[in-house]
C-alpha cells in the first residue's frame, strides 16, 4: 500500500465510477481497477460495492476513505513543512579562538548562524593564543584565530581586526588619573590616553613572558628603555582578573575584554596606551585549500563571512573598539 493507491481509491470514492476517476486521473480504466483489487488484497477486505450504476464503499472502504484523507493531508502538510525549511550548506566547522575574544564574539557568531545556517553546526575551541595556532597547525580546527600572527607556515591567513590596548584598574585616590593625557583624535572619545612610560610605572598585576600581552608588554618597555613595576605574576587570566578587580593593582586589557572588566565603579580608571600604541592584531587562518574537503567548502565560506559580519556589527554598535580589516569590512 502506498500513497499513490489511497489516492487512486480516493478518486473513485468521490467519482463514484471507475470510468470517471479513471478519466480524471489520466490512467486506463483497467489499470485503475487492478490498482483497487490490489489494494483490497493488500487489507485482506472489500472496499468497493459494483453495480450497474457505479461503485459504493462498503464499510471497510468508508474507514479507508476518512483514514486515507487524513494520511494524505498529514503528507502534504509534512513537505510543505520540509519545503519551508531554510536551504543551505550543512556540516560542522571546528572554530579555535583565544579565550578574550571568546566572550565577546563567539555568542553572537553562534546565534546568528543558528538563525542563518541552521544546518551548520559549530564546536568551538577557546583557548591560550599559542594552543589556537596549534590547533590549526594540527588540523584539530578548520578557522582559528591568531593574535599577531600574519602568517603562519602551512596556513592560509588573512587579515581580521585591529583593536587597542588599555590600561585599567581602581585609582582609588586619583593619583594615575590626574597624569592622563586627553584623548587623541583616532581614540575612543571617552577615554583619554596614558603614556606607556606612566603605565609601567604604577604597580602592575600580569600574567607570565609566555602569554601574548605579557610579551607586547615586555616589548614596549624594551623599546621606551623603561622598568616595569610588576607586583603580582600569574598564569591565570582568572586569578589576574581578581587581582585588578579587588584594587591590587593595574594591568593592560586589549578592547574584547573590557565588557569583563567593573567598569561601573566610580574609581575605576580606563586608558589607551600611547607612546608607543600598543595595539593587538587579529588574523583569520584557515588550511589550505588542498587540505580541505571539497564539500565543506560552502559551510567554511557561510561561517567566514557571518564572523566578518557579526565583527563588523561590533565595532559599528561600539561594543568593540577595534577596526575589522578583513573581507567584508565597511569601508
Not at 9 to 31: C, K, M, N
Not at 37 to 55: D, F, I, Y
Amino acid at each position: 500500500m502506498d500513497l499513490r493507491s489511497l489516492r487512486y481509491f480516493i478518486a473513485v470514492v468521490e467519482a463514484g465510477s471507475l470510468s470517471r476517476a479513471a478519466g480524471s486521473l489520466y490512467i486506463a480504466q483497467p489499470a485503475l481497477t487492478a490498482q483497487i483489487k490490489k489494494l483490497e488484497s493488500e487489507l485482506g477486505a472489500q472496499l468497493l460495492e459494483r453495480s450497474h450504476a457505479g461503485v459504493s464503499p462498503t464499510q471497510a472502504g468508508v474507514q479507508l476513505y476518512q483514514d486515507a484523507r487524513r494520511l494524505l493531508s498529514d503528507a502534504t502538510a509534512m513537505r510543505e513543512r520540509i519545503q519551508r525549511l531554510p536551504q543551505g550548506p550543512e556540516g560542522s566547522v571546528t572554530i579555535a579562538v583565544p579565550f578574550l575574544l571568546s566572550s565577546l564574539l563567539m555568542g553572537p557568531l553562534l546565534a546568528r548562524l543558528k538563525e542563518t545556517h541552521p544546518r551548520i553546526r559549530v564546536f568551538v575551541l577557546d583557548d591560550l593564543s599559542l594552543m589556537v595556532k596549534k590547533a590549526m597547525v594540527e588540523r584539530r580546527a578548520d578557522i582559528g584565530i591568531l593574535v599577531d600572527t600574519p602568517q603562519a607556515e602551512g596556513l592560509v591567513c588573512r587579515p581580521f581586526a585591529r583593536e587597542s590596548m588599555y590600561f585599567c584598574g581602581h585609582d582609588a585616590d586619583g593619583t594615575v588619573r590626574a597624569l592622563l593625557q586627553r584623548p587623541s583624535a583616532c581614540a575612543t572619545p571617552t577615554r583619554p590616553d596614558i603614556d606607556f612610560a606612566v603605565a609601567a610605572a604604577q604597580p602592575l598585576v600580569l600574567q607570565s613572558r609566555r602569554f601574548s600581552i605579557r610579551q607586547q608588554v615586555e616589548d614596549a618597555a624594551a623599546l621606551r628603555g623603561t622598568a616595569l613595576n610588576i607586583v603580582h605574576e600569574h598564569d591565570s587570566a582568572r586569578v589576574i582578573r581578581s587581582l585588578y578587580a579587588c584594587g591590587a593593582g593595574f594591568t593592560f586589557t586589549p578592547a574584547c575584554a573590557m565588557g569583563d572588566t567593573p567598569a561601573m565603579a566610580s574609581d575605576w580608571l580606563v586608558a589607551r596606551v600611547v607612546n608607543p600604541e600598543m595595539a593587538r592584531a587579529y588574523t583569520v587562518a584557515t588550511a589550505p585549500e588542498r587540505d580541505r574537503d571539497p564539500g565543506a567548502d560552502g559551510v567554511m565560506q557561510a561561517v567566514l563571512q557571518a564572523l566578518a559580519a557579526v565583527a563588523q556589527r561590533l565595532a559599528d554598535t561600539g561594543r568593540w573598539d577595534a577596526e575589522i580589516t578583513g573581507p567584508g569590512a565597511a569601508p
